[in-house]
């Protein structure tokens, strides 16, 4: 008897292999959309928990939204993708910090 280990995947044949790895990168995959789901709950909970106290906070609570609505457009639905392009570049341009040399 030994104490080293015996690699197991060496002694199956390369279509038992690659269905193991499958299987263990679909695990991880879950387990990743898992953790991301909790995640994002959390961040959801934060965000409605209380009222924004200045523009740069409701400015973030508007992004994160619209991400969410613009995961949900087709991708033949370009007037709407543009719109919330255009409604991001605006909050992005309107809490823009000003630099220290503009006047």
Known sequence: ?????????RHRGMQAQKATDL???????????????????ELEAQLIAAPSVDWDEAAEKVRYVLRLYAATLTTEDTRGRALVAAVLAD?????????ATSP
Not at 25 to 38: G, I, K, Q, S, W
Not at 91 to 99: D, F, H, Y
């Open 1 to 9: 008897m030994t104490d080293k280990p015996i690699e197991l995947d």
């Open 23 to 41: 299987r263990r990168l679909l695990a991880e995959v879950e387990a990743n959309e898992e953790a991301l789901r909790v995640r994002q709950e």
């Open 91 to 99: 909050m992005e341009r309107l809490t823009a910090k000003p630099s």
